[in-house]
């Protein structure tokens, strides 16, 4: 394992690792948006729980606020409709705000969450022999500018030259910097100003973990601060699966489509109208079936 | 030979049925005509683009929960339970539907009128079929002594090939939700606008009505959702990205077959 030798990349592996980046990316949005709606969820079941046990009058009270909705004077003359709905209106307030404060919560707490899972998850990662996982003396700057990074992708273990780094005021170190499941690293497009000219980049070890090499480039703006991370290795498993996660469980699999032709006895695949239907596979079966042949495609 | 092969044009889409059960050597004519009469009658039921279905009427507010059946209400409070479960991304009041009402339970009962065929035909001793509705497939049994059914998934871009095959015996449901070359057409209930993180997005699990709201679900959610999934035991999704990238939940390869042709 000490003499794991460094992959070689090429330009394929080179446009895969930037695609998954954009997709690891993609993926940590909208999982903050995905965080709000389970809160949304919550808050309005738990609202509807406060207000009636019964789910059916909650359907009728959706209803009658569709009702009121498409044509107001009509539903205004039932009784008990305006109540209802007003009721109705009340409940999503506490649940827009509990979205706004988990969506703030969820912005607060990924730091620690990266923090716990660097203390909780030790194992995870492995040293090359002779890289070593920057010491937090000598990453005072970077541990500090870090932790933000950190926060959207367990930023893989960067060893700063101490001459790449002008001294800052020592800040304790975080073990957000240690955190070793750098999986499919991320770049991480920090919201920061346009870099002043003299940026300082520089690369990181190449360090191992369960799926393969990771290796990362760092780039200083001229007050030491993190402007920027690139990956420069990602961990592949035999040649296809990587990792798309950073530390959430579980984990899903990804992969590069591809197109096969095959015998199968069905397709699925969203053919909603006749027109779709007329041009699918599936139908190519069923004229094949009822030719008499037993599979087809 | 008793099993048959019927395609019933109903719901605005083909209903493609495959029992291969050759059985005692006892026909069943029955079975097919109960399938069929009960997908008509979803149809006349649940359709958003009858005038007067029942659910175009709910939608305007002729008339309201009371007056409808058993099974409009269990479908529109299933709805609901799917809302508070997917977090608002599935939603029966949240799109235009075209009957120009905001009530559509369309994504929950395609797969449940399909469900409950299935039961149709098991009631009449059918044991080994498949039913496929527009891509969505309840399948039960084996296609024959000692084979798994074989279900393609359909590639995105080239509708004559397939991105994924599995294999699958028993009671099981088979669910994709995709926008293909049709253009975006699933919406966010959340934004009001048509969502476009994947290209297609696969749910298999134990029951189709819940595999056809969680394809949905998913599709809406895009990646997390496939991590949404996996709280729900039993089911397992394979999504495709408009970047050609699959991404599938950890239990998904027990169903797949491993690629057997040269990509292409």
Redesign the interface.
């Known amino acids: 394992m000490a003499s794991f030798p460094a992959p070689q990349m090429n330009l394929d592996d080179v446009a895969r690792s930037v695609r998954l980046e954009e997709l690891a990316d993609r993926s940590a949005r909208a999982r903050q948006a995905t965080t709000a709606r389970s809160t949304t969820a919550s808050a309005r079941t738990s609202a509807t729980t406060r207000s009636s046990d019964d789910p059916q009058a909650a359907l009728a009270a959706r209803l009658e606020q569709l009702a009121q909705r498409r044509n107001p004077t009509a539903s205004g003359a039932k009784p008990g409709t305006g109540s209802a709905s007003s009721n109705r209106s009340k409940r999503r307030h506490p649940a827009q705000g509990a979205r706004i404060a988990a969506l703030g919560l969820s912005l607060a707490s990924t730091g620690g969450l990266a923090a716990l899972f660097a203390v909780s998850n030790p194992s995870a990662g492995t040293q090359l022999a002779g890289a070593s996982i920057v010491s937090s003396a000598q990453a005072a700057p970077f541990t500090a500018a870090a932790a933000p990074a950190a926060s959207r992708s367990a930023a893989a273990p960067v060893q700063t030259p101490a001459a790449a780094t002008p001294a800052q005021p020592a800040a304790p170190a975080a073990p957000v910097v240690q955190v070793a499941e750098a999986t499919a690293a991320q770049s991480l497009n920090l919201d920061v100003p346009a870099p002043a000219p003299a940026n300082t980049t520089v690369q990181g070890a190449v360090f191992q973990n369960r799926w393969g090499n990771v290796q990362v480039e760092a780039t200083f703006g001229p007050d030491g601060s993190l402007i920027d991370v690139a990956t420069l290795q990602t961990p592949y498993v035999d040649g296809k699966s990587v990792r798309i996660n950073d530390y959430a469980v579980p984990v899903l699999n990804s992969e590069a489509l591809t197109a096969q032709s095959a015998q199968v006895d069905t397709v699925s695949g969203a053919t909603y109208t006749s027109n779709d239907y007329r041009r699918s596979l599936q139908s190519a079966i069923d004229t094949a079936r009822a030719a008499g042949v037993t599979t087809a495609a | 030979m008793t099993g048959y ?1 019927h ?1 019933e ?1 109903v719901m ?3 209903v ?1 049925i ?1 029992v291969r059960d050759d059985g005692d050597g006892a026909s069943d004519p029955g079975s097919l005509a109960e399938v069929v009469s009960w997908l008509h009658h979803v149809d006349q039921t649940f359709s958003t683009y009858i005038e007067d279905s029942p659910i175009t009427r ?4 002729e008339i ?2 009371d007056a409808v059946s058993d099974e409009v ?1 269990d479908i ?2 299933l709805c ?2 799917l ?7 599935f939603d029966a ?1 949240a799109a235009p539907a075209p009957n120009d ?3 559509d339970p369309s994504g929950v009962v395609k797969g449940w009128s399909i469900e409950r065929a299935a039961e149709l035909l098991e009631r009449h001793g059918h044991a080994n079929f ?1 039913i ?1 509705a ?4 309840a ?1 039960r049994g084996r ?1 024959a002594a000692a084979a798994p ?8 871009d ?8 599995l294999e699958i015996t028993g009671s099981i449901g ?7 070359e ?1 253009g975006a057409h699933i919406v966010d209930p ?1 934004t009001g606008q048509p969502t476009t ?1 994947l290209a ?1 997005v ?1 749910v298999i699990g134990p029951d189709l009505t819940l595999a056809d709201a969680y394809a949905t679900a998913v599709f809406v ?8 999934l ?1 709280g729900h035991a039993g089911y397992d999704g394979y999504a ?2 408009h ?8 239990g ?2 027990r169903w797949r ?1 491993e ?3 040269v ?2």
């Open positions: 092969h395609v044009h605005g889409m083909a493609s495959d709910l939608g305007r507010g309201d929960l209400r529109l409070l609901e339970q809302r508070d479960d997917t977090g608002g991304a009041f009402t905001m009530l498949t496929n527009g891509g969505d497939i399948l296609p059914w074989r279900v393609g998934i359909r590639h995105p080239q509708a004559d090939k397939m991105a994924a095959v088979v669910a994709t939700s995709a926008t293909y049709r959340h993180e297609s696969t959610m895009g990646v997390p959702g496939l991590e949404w996996t495709i990205t970047d050609a990238t699959t991404i599938s939940t950890p998904f390869g077959v690629s057997e042709t990509p292409g």
